[in-house]
């Protein structure tokens, strides 16, 4: 299976961080995101990478090359500066996918999810993995229901309404009626839930969506023991 990671965002809540540096490579404990992602996602069997990039792209290019050092291959689908949203983002690397489900991981996220037991995962439009909803986000995304199917509403008891870990297996026909421009990704998955063509998964493991400086900090200091 191909893994895609999702590097073309512009970071603006990580300034002044990301004035001259994309998020992606960013450091914690002296590895960048996006390195630290490769590293798992190598060590799981995910050794066809395609990494979309936009603002500042080139130093991901030039920081991860062709992914030798990392006993992968790594294509990049290029956006210009300004990015094309999440689903305009996935869409726009289609043509470098084979016809298949492939892994989307965002770049900007840290986690020990076990992205190996993936590969057997069945999936008809999408497989999300979510997590406990953490303080940034205390209302949380989908509903996984008791079946694995995800929904948007959440009944009177949302106790199993969960946030979106960044993860997933997305099918290509997910893309199929899509505008080829920018373009969000929730709307389609939204619309694929109502038809009951998603499923999910809870991962109550380590995970942090690294989107301030306050929270990389908070990365470096649980990393930052083992360096000793």
């Not at 998020?23 to 590895?31: D, M, N, T, V």
């Not at 990049?76 to 949203?85: D, H, K, R, V």
């Not at 997933?168 to 969000?184: D, E, M, Q």
Request: charged content about 20%; some cysteine.
């Amino acid at each position: 299976m191909q893994a895609m990671i999702l590097a073309a965002g512009r970071g603006e809540r990580m300034r002044p961080l990301t004035n001259s540096t994309p998020k992606p490579l960013l450091q914690a404990a002296g590895k960048s995101l996006i390195e630290r992602t490769i590293e798992q996602l190598v060590t799981a069997g995910f050794t066809e990478l395609v990494i979309n990039h936009a603002y500042l792209g080139k130093q991901i290019e030039t920081t991860l090359g062709d992914g030798s050092q990392f006993g992968a291959t790594i294509v990049y689908s290029s956006e210009g500066e300004n990015g094309l949203e999440t689903a305009g983002g996935i869409i726009h690397a289609l043509p470098l996918m084979k016809d298949a489900p492939f892994l989307v991981v965002n770049g900007d996220i840290a986690t020990d999810f076990p992205f190996a037991e993936l590969h057997k995962q069945p999936v008809d439009l999408a497989h999300l993995v979510l997590v406990p909803n953490p303080e940034h986000h205390p209302t949380g995304d989908f509903l996984l229901c008791s079946d694995g199917r995800l929904k948007v509403t959440p009944p009177f008891d949302s106790d199993n309404f969960y946030t979106f870990s960044g993860i997933g297996i997305y099918s290509p026909k997910l893309f199929s009626t899509a505008p080829k421009n920018s373009t969000k990704l929730a709307p389609l998955l939204r619309s694929s839930m109502s038809e009951m063509r998603v499923t999910g998964q809870l991962f109550e493991g380590f995970w942090m969506d690294i989107g301030t400086p306050e929270r990389l900090q908070i990365l470096e200091n649980r990393l930052a023991p083992s360096l000793i």
